[in-house]
């Protein structure tokens, strides 16, 4: 009964290959999040979703494409995989996206693009 | 615009020894500012978190931190540090309706025996 779970964790690929991780969270949150941490564990925010609907979108490749089906869920595409990609990517939830809630994370997916 | 600034990427006290990790925030609202931990190979969890009211802030495993306006700070404190302790701390910074937090460089904390 994990609050935010993603998949897979571990994602090996060859550049130029297109790639999808999931993420689903049943705390009953309205706001979902995608974050990348490089291997300096800097954290920035890729996307937000409330409701379904995209409000953040930060400087991303357009090859990165959030889809959210319902607001239980939000996946990630990546297009043409570059090996500046290698990184961990967190999903994260919050309960409105206010500011104040606290952001609960998955557990991470680590992509690896040779 | 936001931003936030941990001093030291990385910490290193003794065991019993205090824990001090800095993070000074720019904000042109009020904020709200957090603490998250990130154990090995998991994700980010939360530690404290101030919004309004008391300043000295108590969060889990014996962590607090002060909101300091006058010197936009947010700094953790553990009076005696734990060889559990050991991990990368990060800071982040919110406000009214911002619908983001904004993350800090993070502070990997070890803790030697």
């Known amino acids: 009964d994990t609050a935010v779970s993603q998949t897979p964790k571990y994602l090996v690929t060859q550049m130029g290959n297109d790639k999808s991780i999931k993420c689903e969270q049943n705390?009953?949150?309205?706001?979902m999040y995608w974050y990348k941490q490089d291997s300096k564990k800097f954290l920035k925010i890729m996307f937000s979703?409330?409701?379904?609907?995209?409000?953040i979108n930060e400087t991303v490749p357009n090859r990165f494409s959030p889809k959210s089906p319902d607001k239980a869920h939000l996946n990630l595409h990546i297009n043409s995989l570059e090996l500046g990609d290698s990184a961990v990517y967190f999903c994260?939830?919050?309960?409105?996206?206010?500011?104040?809630?606290?952001?609960?994370f998955g557990l991470g997916t680590r992509l690896l693009v040779l | 615009a936001q931003s936030v600034t941990q001093l030291g990427s990385h910490v290193s006290v003794s065991e019993g020894a205090l824990v001090l990790l800095r993070c000074n925030y720019s904000?042109?609202?009020?904020?709200?500012l957090f603490w998250y931990v990130q154990y090995p190979n998991q994700g980010l969890q939360l530690l404290l978190k101030?919004?309004?009211?008391?300043?000295l802030v108590k969060g889990i495993n014996g962590f607090e931190a002060e909101f300091k306006k006058s010197e936009t700070s947010f700094h953790l404190t553990k009076p005696s540090a734990h060889m559990s302790d050991a991990a990368e701390y990060f800071c982040?910074?919110?406000?009214?309706?911002?619908?983001?937090?904004?993350f800090g460089d993070g502070t990997t904390l070890t803790v030697k025996p």
């Open positions: 979703y409330n409701n379904k609907e995209l409000i």
């Open positions: 994260a939830s919050s309960q409105e996206g206010t500011g104040e809630e606290t952001q609960y």
């Open positions: 705390l009953g949150h309205d706001t």
């Open positions: 982040a910074v919110s406000g009214p309706n911002a619908g983001k937090s904004t």
């Open positions: 904000s042109s609202v009020p904020p709200y």
């Open positions: 101030y919004t309004t009211g008391a300043t």
